[in-house]
């Protein structure tokens, strides 16, 4: 069969159609995401932290953590000025449905600390792996390889933050993924999107232009426990001192 | 879900332990090969004739106790079938998958190897007098080789000594490896530390000696042989100096952290006189140490009789298992009752018939027996015997 001029201008607009339908089922397009071009932590400002518990809340959500576990939970922290080493702490569900508000006492501090992987530079949790399911990305996170986690639970031992769990549903150690599926797409994590107050920042440590490096410039920022030289990069600012 | 209960402040991931009791023995099984094996390895490198009628027994105790060991880390693991990995591909920075071959090379190239080389001969004149299917087991453990010339003994002999020079250190490093498992945990304070190996080391020699002890002194009375009291007297010796090293290095520890009173001090002094108070002061301290130490220790100052001594040297090898056992929960399950927060505690609750229950470490723990009886049936490890003897006896 001849294809003339005619029978083309015809099979032009039904091939554009067929095309449009075909990229309608295809996976939504990630950005041209280079790892080597990022160096991913978290920015957590306690000033601005009202244990809402929305963070917990839209993480189980969104990553489907099984009951009674967490990815990210928030501590209330009560500390009386006489007696910082041992301060009072609670953290109901993990601060999922918020704090019950206790009355207010002199003498008494009381403040929230949003807790979550540190994506640690120099992890232990890494490094106990027996079969390295456990690694760091090139872009700075540590996550776990389901298909591959014997679920032998050192990693669970050696995370000094208590940020791992054994995940009864998949058998396996289970942990913050710092929404990786999401930054990856140039979206920040559920926990920070949630944020009301903006307590939580995805940090991009080798972004120049990321706020971040203005907020360290000019503020005192601390990592939760930096005698153990885990490489931590959840950054706190305003951290007191009676935090462990 | 039903969540432990909790006393302060514990990290919410933290509040269900990750290891249970088949984490509990697991190193004591390991514990009692290593002990087992360097009590054997007395006989052999240092010349210490008066454990010999305990060698044999000593190395099959250790294999039987080996062949297990393995079993409840597997029942452990979330996705055992995935356990070949650790030796496939392998992560060289984990002290657990370093571990897998530290196992593998003791198995196979000490134990199994040294037993071979030991029984060799038995085994031949086995294969050559026995009937039916025992007659092809002896064959296929020949490996082929049928000379028993006093030439070829005289080679085994000389290989089975480097075997078991060899397998000294390959015992203290599969049981410090072990120590090393725990030792190396910097987030863990009640476990981080220097002296872990070296005390698992001293404590599995305790553990071995005194289940050898034990063993030889049970399959004695079921054989109704008369116990060699010299062989009897130099083992209880050399529970007595293990266990008051294994002891020595313990205390310093204790003493150490008490002393330093760093940051973690308030919570494990905490745990030692509550949560740990029976398991640790009690069993692991007073019944599991001090008596059996001072009972060991009344038979080198008092001068007893037989009989007495017999029944001291049972009694201080039962509290010392005891004991060990009691060391290794208080190591494993001890370190994780309290908080990585230093602000609270958890409490450990076990099954019964479940994955990680008390029966199946119960199980575990009593199947090396069977194991063992097997083994000694099949290569009967007594001086005067052999396997075509015994057999032909039975």
Same mark, same amino acid.
Request: proline fraction near 10%.
């Given at each position: 069969m001849n294809i003339t001029r005619r029978h083309l201008l015809l099979l032009f607009p039904a091939a554009a159609m067929s095309w449009e339908s075909l990229q309608a089922g295809a996976p939504e397009q990630a950005p041209?995401?280079?790892?080597? =071009?990022h160096w991913w932590g978290m920015l957590l400002d306690i000033s601005k932290c009202?244990?809402?518990?929305n963070c917990v809340r839209a993480c189980a959500a969104e990553n489907n953590v099984p009951e009674g576990y967490f990815r990210t939970w928030v501590e209330r922290y009560r500390v009386r000025d006489e007696d910082m080493p041992y301060p009072q702490v609670d953290s109901p569900d993990g601060g999922m449905h918020g704090f019950p508000a206790l009355p207010a006492e002199p003498g008494v501090k009381e403040f929230f600390v949003p807790k979550m992987c540190?994506?640690?530079?120099?992890s232990p949790c890494t490094q106990v792996c027996p079969v390295g399911a456990t690694f760091i990305t090139p872009d700075g996170v540590v996550l776990v390889d389901k298909e591959y986690?014997?679920?032998?639970?050192y990693c669970v031992q050696a995370c000094p933050y208590g940020c791992r769990f054994f995940n009864?549903?998949?058998r396996t150690a289970d942990k913050c993924t710092l929404c990786y599926h999401r930054i990856t797409k140039g979206l920040t994590t559920a926990c920070c999107e949630a944020c009301p107050t903006g307590a939580r920042q995805l940090a991009d440590? =080798?972004?120049?232009?990321?706020?971040i490096h203005a907020f360290m410039r000019t503020h005192s920022v601390q990592v939760l =426990?930096?005698?153990?030289?885990?490489?931590? =990069?959840?950054f706190y600012y305003d951290l007191d001192g009676a935090v462990r | 879900m039903t969540m432990p209960a909790v006393q302060?402040?514990?990290?919410?991931?933290?509040?269900?332990?990750?290891?249970?009791i088949l984490i509990v023995i697991y190193p004591y099984i390991t514990g009692l090969v290593a002990g087992a094996f360097i009590l054997a390895s007395l006989e052999r490198v240092?010349?210490?004739?008066?454990?010999k009628p305990t060698y044999r027994l000593a190395l099959l105790t250790a294999l039987a106790f080996l062949l297990v060991a393995p079993l409840p880390l597997q029942l452990h693991?979330?996705?055992?079938?995935?356990?070949i990995e650790m030796y496939l591909?392998?992560?060289?920075?984990?002290a657990m998958a370093m571990f897998g071959f530290v196992y593998l090379w003791y198995l196979m190239a000490v134990l199994v190897l040294e037993i071979w080389l030991d029984f060799r001969a038995d085994i031949v004149r086995a294969a050559l007098a026995e009937r039916g299917w025992r007659r092809w087991f002896y064959r296929v453990l020949t490996l082929g080789s049928y000379n028993i010339s006093p030439r070829a003994l005289a080679i085994d002999e000389r290989a089975g000594y480097i075997v078991t020079v060899v397998g000294i250190p390959s015992a203290l490093l599969l049981h410090g490896y072990v120590g090393f498992i725990f030792g190396s945990?910097?987030?863990?304070p009640w476990w981080s530390s220097p002296l872990m190996p070296v005390v698992f080391i001293f404590s599995a020699m305790v553990s071995g000696i005194a289940a050898v002890l034990l063993i030889y002194m049970f399959t004695s009375w079921r054989r109704r042989c008369p116990i060699d009291m010299r062989c009897l007297d130099s083992i209880a010796r050399y529970l007595l100096y293990t266990f008051l090293i294994d002891f020595s290095l313990e205390m310093l520890d204790l003493v150490h952290r008490i002393y330093e009173a760093d940051e973690s001090f308030r919570s494990l002094d905490f745990m030692l006189h509550t949560?740990?108070?029976?398991?640790?002061?009690?069993?692991?301290?007073?019944?599991?140490?001090l008596v059996p130490l001072a009972l060991l220790a009344l038979t080198q100052i008092v001068s007893l009789g037989v009989r007495h001594r017999k029944r001291i040297y049972a009694l201080a090898a039962s509290l010392a298992l005891v004991g060990i056992f009691a060391m290794r929960w208080n190591v494993v399950i001890g370190g994780q009752l309290f908080s990585k927060s230093f602000l609270g505690y958890t409490t450990y609750k076990i099954g019964f018939?479940?994955?990680?229950?008390l029966l199946p470490a119960i199980v575990l723990m009593l199947l090396p027996i069977p194991i063992l009886w097997v083994l000694v049936k099949l290569l009967?490890?007594?001086?005067?015997?052999?396997a075509a003897g015994a057999s032909a006896a039975s």
């Open positions: 041209n995401y280079q790892m080597y =071009k009202i244990g809402c518990g540190n994506h640690c530079a120099d986690c014997l679920g032998c639970r009864p549903s998949t440590l =080798k972004n120049p232009n990321d706020p =426990k930096p005698y153990l030289a885990t490489g931590a =990069k959840d | 302060g402040y514990m990290y919410p991931n933290e509040r269900e332990l990750a290891w249970s240092f010349h210490v004739e008066a454990v693991l979330g996705h055992p079938e995935r356990s591909t392998p992560h060289r920075t984990s945990v910097k987030a863990n949560k740990l108070y029976l398991s640790q002061v009690v069993i692991q301290i007073y019944i599991g140490t018939v479940t994955r990680e229950g009967p490890p007594w001086p005067a015997d052999t």
